[in-house]
C-alpha cells in the first residue's frame, strides 16, 4: 500500500495470538491472519493520502470483516473497528 517508513511490519509469529485484553482466546492461523489484516487496513484508512484510495481500503475492511464473521471472529472483529486495545502474547505464556 504505502510505503511505512522507520516502522516494523504489522505481521506476527506463527505461534502467537491477538486477543482484546483481558479475553484470552487461542485463535487458528486463518483467524490470527484475518484480525491482523483487519487492524492493519484500519491503520492504513486513516493514512491513506488520497479520497479514492481512502474509500478503496474502506472496501477491502467490509470483505476483511465479512471474511471474520464467516471465521466465527466477529466480535473481536468488532472490538477491532470501534478501536478497543489488542494484545499479542506468545501462545507458550498460556
Known amino acids: 500500500m ?5 516502522r516494523e511490519p504489522d505481521s506476527l509469529q506463527a505461534d502467537s495470538q491477538i486477543s482484546p485484553v483481558g479475553h484470552a482466546r487461542r ?33 477491502v475492511i467490509y470483505s476483511t470483516f465479512q471474511d471474520c464473521l464467516n471465521l466465527d471472529i466477529g466480535s473481536e472483529a ?4 470501534r478501536g478497543e486495545a489488542f494484545r499479542i502474547t506468545d501462545q507458550a505464556e498460556s
Open 78 to 81: 468488532r472490538a477491532i473497528l
Open 2 to 6: 504505502t510505503e511505512r517508513a522507520g
Open 27 to 59: 485463535y487458528s492461523d486463518l483467524q490470527q491472519h484475518f484480525l491482523t489484516r483487519l487492524n492493519f487496513l484500519i491503520n492504513e484508512r486513516t493514512e491513506a493520502p488520497e479520497s479514492y484510495l481512502e474509500a478503496a481500503v474502506s472496501r
